[in-house]
């Protein structure tokens, strides 16, 4: 009797959790379709008209809250934060599973060493990480931009990949690669053929983790990015900053919608493997 | 490694990253820990000698006279220190129970909820505090359905208060706490908790003796993984607490953007750095020795 009774209340309050991670989810997905300009909290009817306005096409509504250049600086950010977001994929890719290999199949004296080395960047709090790289360049007469911000992104992505890789690794079969070596085959072809198809799934895993991290930042890219060099979270930071525009509510659904995607993605591909 | 090759092949795997990690990540935390001890000059520069007085305004003497005793930066540290540890707090309230009835679920519905409750870590992490300024101020939907409802006549202030930067920080810090909790609590043996109730231990006994101490190891992971963050925020009480609950975070934020005190920022920033290796060291010491008592 009684322990029906904690299994209720459990199942109470788990709907209750469930609500408060996703109510408001909703609400800003359902609210970016209201036509009300002048309180986006009360409903007057359903409207396209903010997706339009933030790609820059003339609709009814946006005559009252219109923006001159925000569009093509929007545009930007998008670009830029794709362009740092692939370019730190790829280095913190290869870099994150060259170490993830050699801390596996090596022994040596270093190897705790550079296990707190990695696991460092990804438990340092956000902000110490980019004031530090912010007084770091500017100390060494380094530009802030792109390749600053890229530079800052790889410092801490490198340790995802290599966490992701690791674990993939572990679970690893090595008799397949006993087997290559046995059978003649060089270093090079064993790692082409056998080790690399057996640990993809952790590369690709923690490549689009890397990727999704990558367009996020907000904190550290904040401190580390120069006048021309803002990223997508910066700019909607900035935007928030100056005031609540109905607009944001659109840019949300749209970034609420391609992050959804591209996690239900990467876990069907992980079940996959 | 004994043999050449091993070598040859190892320092070739490691080379790059000890390189760009040297470099761009050991680089930057010496540069800023010399930086936390040079004298501030004006407009934003430093003079290269030694100041200890940074870490003195920390803790309220701005200058060598011991009179001028005025702990202001010592408070926001505490605040933050105390929002930081009311936000675990709140967090396992929230995650600890979510967790045990998860863990009591099918394996199918097991997965789901993990991955439900996991999914909006990957929201940018802008986008889920702008939901929060749009719920919470005072044209917002708490207030407006409020007023629709006709249970107020006032908009409540809740933005900008301590109340909206711990709500923020739950919302946006949850999965940190509820994947270790989670975690520790499926690989709970059920048994024992059986074993507890057949010998007349009530629901509540068996939680306090048995459950709570087993899955102690998750709530201290998810407690370190919640503070870390928690404390050195500056975004959420930047959108949700204002000018009026400034964190530690805020305080950093200002030295380097508008104040250009950037010793005394980096002051600061070592400060929540040491916090966390403390607290990481502490932790580790604890589980190694549950480990050995295992």
């Known amino acids: 009797m009684r322990r029906t009774w904690v299994k209720r209340v459990l199942a109470v309050h788990g709907a209750l959790f469930l609500l408060f991670i996703y109510a408001p989810i909703v609400m800003v997905v359902v609210y970016s379709f209201n036509s009300n300009p002048i309180n986006m909290m009360i409903w007057s009817g359903f409207t396209f008209d903010w997706y339009w306005t933030i790609f820059g096409y003339p609709t009814q509504l946006n005559e009252q809250t219109l923006y001159v250049d925000s569009t093509d600086r929007l545009l930007a950010a998008v670009q830029n934060s794709l362009i740092v977001a692939t370019s730190t994929t790829t280095i913190s890719t290869v870099l994150g599973t060259m170490t993830a290999l050699a801390l596996y199949r090596y022994r040596f004296r270093a190897q705790r060493f550079y296990q707190g080395l990695l696991y460092m960047p990804m438990v340092m709090p956000d902000i110490v990480l980019g004031i530090a790289l912010l007084v770091f360049f500017v100390s060494f007469g380094m530009a802030l931009g792109l390749i600053s911000i890229i530079i800052g992104h790889c410092t801490f992505l490198i340790s995802y990949v290599f966490v992701v890789v690791s674990a993939r690794l572990a679970g690893m079969d090595d008799t397949l690669e006993q087997a290559s070596a046995d059978l003649g085959a060089n270093e090079w072809v064993t790692f082409r053929r056998i080790t690399l198809p057996q640990i993809l799934p952790g590369v690709i895993g923690g490549a689009l983790l890397a990727f999704i991290i990558s367009m996020d930042d907000l904190v550290i890219t904040y401190f580390i990015s120069g006048v021309d060099s803002t990223t997508l979270p910066v700019f909607i930071y900035g935007m928030l900053r100056r005031g609540v525009k109905p607009e944001i509510n659109a840019i949300a659904t749209i970034m609420l919608m391609l992050s959804f995607t591209i996690a239900t993605l990467g876990l069907y591909f992980r079940r996959r493997h | ?294």
């Open chain 2, 1 to 294: 490694m004994a043999r050449r090759g091993d070598r040859r092949r190892l320092a070739l795997l490691l080379g790059p990253v000890t390189l760009f990690l040297g470099t761009c990540f050991i680089g930057p935390m010496a540069v800023m820990i010399v930086f936390s001890f040079l004298e501030p000059a004006l407009y934003g520069g430093v003079e290269w000698s030694f100041y200890h007085l940074n870490y003195g305004r920390i803790l309220g003497w701005a200058d060598s006279e011991w009179e001028s005793f005025d702990p202001v930066y010592a408070a926001i540290f505490l605040r933050s220190v105390r929002l930081a540890l009311t936000n675990v707090v709140i967090l396992l309230v929230i995650c600890y129970p979510a967790a045990l009835w998860v863990s009591g679920l099918s394996a199918r519905w097991r997965t789901l909820l993990v991955f439900l409750t996991t999914l909006p870590f990957f929201v940018s992490l802008v986008v889920r505090l702008f939901i929060w300024v749009l719920i919470l101020r005072p044209t917002g939907f708490l207030n407006s359905s409020l007023i629709g409802l006709g249970l107020i006549s006032e908009p409540i202030d809740i933005i900008f208060t301590e109340t909206a930067v711990l709500i923020g920080m739950a919302y946006v810090l949850l999965p940190f706490m509820f994947l270790p909790v989670y975690a520790s609590v499926e690989k709970l043996d059920r048994s024992l908790i059986e074993a507890s109730s057949d010998l007349g231990g009530s629901p509540l006994k068996t939680f306090f003796r048995v459950t709570l101490p087993l899955t102690l190891p998750g709530i201290a992971a998810g407690a370190v993984l919640v503070f870390i963050p928690s404390l050195g925020n500056f975004i959420v009480p930047d959108l949700l607490g204002g000018a009026k609950v400034l964190m530690i975070g805020n305080l950093i934020e200002q030295q380097f953007l508008s104040a250009r005190n950037w010793p005394f920022g980096s002051a600061l920033s070592v400060m929540i750095m040491v916090v966390m290796f403390v607290l990481i060291i502490f932790y580790l010491r604890q589980i190694g020795r549950q480990g050995a008592n295992q």
